[in-house]
DNA sequence: TTTCTTTAGAGAATAATTATCGAAATGAAT
DNA sequence: ATTCATTTCGATAATTATTCTCTAAAGAAA
């Protein structure tokens, strides 16, 4: 249950208290991550907001997004060339990606991850920081339409 | 305990069933995936393998594992724009690695990751088909170089 | 207001990866 | 065995996501 304006206020407080600057591309930015549902990437970012600041450029989406992901309030998803980002729930969790829709799910209620963290620091001696675990399968979604 | 006499032999045979050309170039790039223990990236492939076909292309490589990848015969690891390779366990696995000495470690003897199918397949009712897991943190030989 | 310092952001540059296309190799037909 | 037709190899060129650079603008200090 994320609520869009807190998020929105805590990216821009972030930013704030970092002593960054809020210009208008700044804030349309956090405005849109915190806004949308799903995972977007650089492109998506800039092309929705181009519709309303034409002389906006990627550099600057990317520089932001660089901003927010060093301050912990922007999870960056790396695909195969092709980023997408987090602006709702920063931490780091499993997604689930369907090869049929190419929608990005979040996995973020999955309790057995602590089961392998624990076998990986046990078995490995590994002291692990973060993780980036991606899950490729069919969505629910698609597996109704395929199924019958 | 892999034999990379048998890995080779494997992979060779993949090529040539397949009906594609073992050309020298490919021969010992197959030799040295097989016997690599690491996980080389396809610079280091092509570092390695000039040494000995100065006028060998990085596109070659790429080429080539792409092939070995669309068989089954070799594992991408896509990091932050820079995929590694993994000619020796081509099935999907968790990866460890270390953010200080930059080593990839297979994390291939992890039992739990059945518990995280099962709860992604049960919860999400997602049918997973590959996976792509990414541990970073310290591995036991820098923890013991830091600890002390 | 004027000067000084820092940061934003547009365009240029970079680097990993992929597409193109001439050349070489393979197999078929004579 | 030799020529022809077809495939595919692989070097160079192109592409694309991302990062760097440098000018201009914003804010601080005087």
């Known amino acids: 249950m994320n609520n869009p304006e807190l998020r929105y206020q805590a990216l821009l407080t972030t930013l704030h208290e970092r002593g960054s600057r809020l210009t ?13 549902e799903g995972h977007p990437n650089a492109m998506q970012l800039y ?7 034409p002389t ?7 520089k932001t997004l660089a901003l927010l992901k060093d301050e912990g309030e922007v ?3 790396d695909l195969h060339n092709d980023s997408h980002y987090d602006g ?6 499993p997604h689930l990606i369907c ?3 190419h929608k990005i799910f979040d996995g973020d209620e999955i309790t057995a991850i602590q089961k392998i963290n624990q076998e990986i620091e046990d078995r490995y001696n590994f ?15 698609c597996r109704e339409k395929t199924d019958r």
């Open 24 to 36: 208008s591309h700044r804030l349309a930015l956090i405005r849109l991550l915190s806004t949308s």
């Open 47 to 53: 092309e929705s907001l181009r519709l309303q600041f």
């Open 56 to 62: 906006i450029s990627l550099a600057t989406i990317y």
């Open 75 to 77: 999870l960056e998803i």
């Open 88 to 93: 709702n729930k920063p931490y780091p969790h």
């Open 99 to 101: 090869t049929q829709c």
């Open 127 to 141: 002291q692990i920081s973060r993780h980036q675990l991606v899950f490729y399968g069919m969505c629910w979604e």
